[in-house]
């Protein structure tokens, strides 16, 4: 599998983007989104938003953009927007896994 350079591509300026959405929309909303060359995932997520989205884009104009296609569709109420000034660290999934994780933490176990 071969791994795009995202500034090599054009689009350097990359984002994550909250979605909420109401009620069933959230398939439709999917489909029509993953059209979309600038976005890169679609995550349905648990917490303060319905719907992550990892997008690169040519610019903040082109943000901009996606947006408004975002806020065209049928179900999507808001959005907030997260714009990424430095990437520490991004790969593609890794084999193996830390055990250690699974363990209760130390501060949990004395309590």
Do not use: N
Not at 29 to 40: I, V
Not at 47 to 73: F, I
Request: glycine share 8%.
């Amino acid at each position: 599998m071969a791994v795009l350079d995202g500034p090599a591509t054009g689009k350097p300026f990359l984002a994550f983007v909250h979605v909420d959405t109401t009620g069933g929309s959230k398939s439709r909303t999917f489909r029509a989104l993953s059209e979309l060359p600038e976005l890169e995932e679609i995550h349905s997520v648990a917490g303060d938003t319905c719907t992550l989205l990892k997008v690169r884009c040519a610019s903040s104009r082109a943000l901009e953009g996606l947006l408004a296609r975002l806020y065209a569709m049928p179900g999507v109420k808001a959005t907030r927007s997260y714009m990424v000034l430095s990437t520490y660290l991004e790969r593609t999934p890794q084999a193996g896994i830390t055990e250690a994780l699974e363990e209760p933490h130390m501060e949990v176990a004395q309590r």
